[in-house]
């Protein structure tokens, strides 16, 4: 009888219990556009599903993320941007500086946030459940061993290039050694044929501080609790299975993250609006409502490839001579000159009708959720292409650097959605209007090969809106990443290896 009256008691205080805190996730992004605004989608997603997020950064990028600030805290969302001490002069990339000697040399200078972040951590009432940090910046593996706080790393690239990355680094493969610029190497252990030459694979940076960057980034990747990736199963499914068990560690694959962020004003206003050079959105909005449906090719190359003037001549003429409408974002530095300036003007007289020519920042997002967009010339950054892919839109892949150049392999080759600007694989050679004219008429045009790329791009599309939805695979891998840090605090270890990878 006393048994049975303790077990009551027992019942009735657990039931009176308060419940646990929410999980509380510390997100450290790299400092630049094309890594932070996926970051900040992140820390959406999770403060709407119930978590509070930190995110940290320098005091530059802060200032430019205040507008997140503003709609969380008008929202009610515990998300607070926590600004590190920081250089300003250091702080970020400006753009047109995409090389290799200014990565590097923001990678490290990031390495003296180690400390302040420490500090924060350590200020804080409870230690936070996890770390989710870029893995571009390694330093925050010693800093989570340090004060004992799990931590996964966020790849902004696809998965296809991280398993790439993973599989050349395990199996030795170094294209420096030995190798002429233009040999092909195949990568092993992929679950597709996938070949690399030294000139589009950016492991070729191989001076000493890059090599000891890049180890220290591997080390940060084998010591962490797991990966989060912004892609889904229904996309990138057969890579995140093989990347998971060569890891040895969880994968979750939740994006992709813009797709649960319904804001209008967190869409229309993503990235640098702020800047002087934002245009007016409503007027290129105006300018597409008029337009056929899937008619435009919208032309864009993300925020730090800047077009030198010959080359902007080559796009613009290429654009022309296609004779299809086009909707092209020209940065306000590629038309500094009064030549430029003065090729434009003329360009858009002669195009007059079915050419938009727009000066500065626009709203990716709502252009190409724009029923008059049917194509993307894009740079083939991960973030515009899985945009692009998630709403239906196939594209033009002309890279430039970095994993750009795996993600054209993987939406022309694996995917069936892009065509190459350069036409076959072969070396990179400067593009010409003759290029740009072949490949937008390729895309826009019509015939069963183009007709199928358009299917499915259009499928993939509806797999990702699926994926984001309540009982799809991202929704439930967040579900499944939540609940493991409310359980233990920590992540729970996979060892599952997978023959087939």
Same mark, same amino acid.
């Given at each position: 009888?006393?048994?049975?009256?303790?077990?009551?008691?027992? /019942?009735?205080?657990?039931?009176?219990?308060?419940?646990?805190?929410?999980?509380?996730?510390?997100?450290?992004?790299?400092?630049?556009?094309?890594?932070?605004?996926?970051?900040?989608?992140?820390?959406?997603?999770?403060?709407?599903?119930?978590?509070?997020?930190?995110?940290?950064?320098?005091?530059?990028?802060?200032?430019?993320?205040?507008?997140?600030?503003?709609?969380?805290?008008?929202?009610?969302?515990? @998300?607070?941007?926590?600004?590190?001490?920081?250089?300003?002069?250091?702080?970020?990339?400006?753009?047109?500086?995409?090389?290799?000697?200014?990565? @590097?040399?923001l990678f490290l200078d990031l390495?003296?946030?180690?400390?302040?972040?420490?500090?924060?951590?350590?200020?804080?009432?409870?230690?936070?459940?996890?770390?989710?940090?870029?893995?571009?910046?390694?330093?925050? !593996?010693?800093?989570?061993?340090?004060?004992?706080?799990?931590? @996964?790393?966020?790849?902004?690239?696809?998965?296809?290039?991280?398993?790439?990355k993973l599989k050349a680094a395990?199996?030795?493969?170094?294209?420096?050694?030995?190798?002429?610029?233009?040999?092909?190497?195949?990568?092993?252990?992929?679950?597709?044929?996938?070949?690399?030459?030294?000139?589009?694979?950016?492991?070729?940076?191989?001076?000493?501080?890059?090599?000891?960057?890049?180890?220290?980034?591997?080390?940060?990747?084998?010591?962490?609790?797991?990966?989060?990736?912004?892609?889904?199963?229904?996309?990138?499914?057969?890579?995140?299975?093989?990347?998971?068990?060569?890891?040895?560690?969880?994968?979750?694959?939740?994006?992709?993250?813009?797709?649960?962020?319904?804001?209008?004003? !967190?869409?229309?206003?993503?990235?640098?609006?702020?800047?002087?050079?934002?245009?007016?959105?409503?007027?290129?909005?105006?300018?597409?409502?008029? /337009?056929?449906?899937?008619?435009?090719?919208?032309?864009?190359?993300?925020?730090?490839?800047? /077009?030198?003037?010959?080359?902007?001549?080559?796009?613009?003429?290429?654009?022309?001579?296609?004779?299809?409408?086009?909707?092209?974002?020209?940065?306000?530095?590629?038309?500094?000159?009064?030549?430029?300036?003065?090729?434009?003007?003329?360009?858009?007289?002669?195009?007059?009708?079915?050419?938009?020519?727009?000066?500065?920042?626009?709203?990716? @997002?709502?252009?190409?959720?724009h029923r008059a967009i049917g194509?993307?010339?894009?740079?083939?950054?991960?973030?515009?292409?899985?945009?692009?892919?998630?709403?239906?839109?196939?594209?033009?892949?002309?890279?430039?650097?970095?994993?750009?150049?795996?993600?054209?392999?993987?939406?022309?080759?694996?995917?069936?959605?892009?065509?190459?600007?350069?036409?076959? !694989?072969?070396?990179?050679?400067?593009?010409?209007?003759?290029?740009?004219?072949?490949?937008?008429?390729?895309?826009?045009?019509?015939?069963?090969?183009?007709?199928?790329?358009?299917?499915?791009?259009?499928?993939?599309?509806?797999?990702?809106?699926?994926?984001?939805?309540?009982?799809?695979?991202?929704?439930?891998?967040?579900?499944?990443?939540?609940?493991?840090?409310?359980?233990?605090?920590?992540?729970?270890?996979?060892?599952?290896?997978?023959?087939?990878?």
């Open positions: 009888m006393a048994h049975t009256e303790t077990t009551e008691k027992s /019942m009735i205080l657990a039931s009176s219990a308060p419940p646990p805190p929410p999980p509380q996730f510390v997100l450290v992004p790299l400092i630049g556009q094309g890594h932070t605004i996926p970051m900040v989608d992140l820390a959406y997603l999770l403060v709407e599903r119930g978590a509070r997020v930190s995110l940290v950064t320098t005091p530059v990028n802060a200032a430019r993320l205040q507008g997140v600030a503003d709609r969380a805290r008008r929202a009610t969302l515990p @998300l607070e941007i926590v600004e590190l001490p920081f250089p300003p002069a250091d702080d970020g990339l400006s753009p047109g500086s995409a090389n290799v000697d200014n990565f @590097l040399r390495y003296r946030l180690a400390g302040p972040l420490e500090a924060y951590l350590r200020a804080l009432p409870r230690r936070p459940n996890c770390i989710i940090s870029d893995s571009c910046n390694p330093w925050t !593996a010693r800093v989570a061993r340090s004060v004992g706080v799990p931590r @996964l790393f966020f790849h902004v690239a696809s998965c296809f290039y991280s398993l790439c395990t199996h030795g493969l170094l294209l420096h050694d030995g190798n002429k610029d233009d040999a092909y190497v195949e990568v092993p252990g992929m679950p597709v044929r996938v070949e690399v030459s030294k000139d589009t694979w950016s492991s070729s940076y191989t001076t000493p501080e890059w090599e000891a960057f890049v180890e220290d980034a591997r080390e940060g990747m084998r010591t962490a609790d797991g990966a989060v990736l912004n892609t889904f199963l229904g996309l990138e499914g057969q890579f995140v299975k093989c990347f998971e068990a060569a890891l040895g560690k969880p994968v979750w694959a939740l994006g992709p993250f813009f797709l649960n962020n319904r804001d209008e004003e !967190a869409v229309a206003t993503r990235g640098d609006k702020d800047k002087p050079s934002a245009v007016d959105q409503d007027a290129v909005t105006a300018w597409l409502d008029a /337009m056929d449906e899937s008619a435009v090719t919208y032309v864009s190359f993300g925020s730090l490839v800047r /077009m030198p003037p010959e080359q902007l001549y080559e796009v613009g003429h290429g654009l022309e001579d296609s004779g299809k409408p086009f909707l092209w974002v020209v940065k306000e530095s590629e038309t500094a000159s009064p030549e430029a300036r003065e090729w434009l003007q003329a360009l858009e007289a002669r195009t007059a009708g079915r050419g938009l020519v727009v000066r500065g920042w626009v709203s990716q @997002l709502a252009i190409l959720s194509g993307f010339v894009t740079h083939c950054g991960w973030n515009s292409l899985l945009e692009s892919v998630a709403h239906g839109v196939p594209v033009v892949t002309w890279p430039h650097f970095g994993d750009q150049f795996l993600n054209e392999q993987l939406v022309v080759e694996v995917l069936g959605v892009g065509v190459p600007v350069r036409g076959a !694989a072969g070396p990179v050679v400067p593009v010409v209007r003759e290029h740009v004219e072949r490949a937008v008429s390729e895309l826009m045009g019509g015939g069963a090969v183009a007709h199928e790329r358009r299917r499915k791009c259009k499928e993939f599309g509806e797999r990702a809106h699926r994926a984001v939805a309540k009982g799809g695979s991202s929704h439930e891998n967040l579900t499944q990443l939540l609940h493991s840090f409310v359980r233990s605090g920590s992540t729970e270890q996979q060892t599952t290896q997978d023959r087939n990878c």
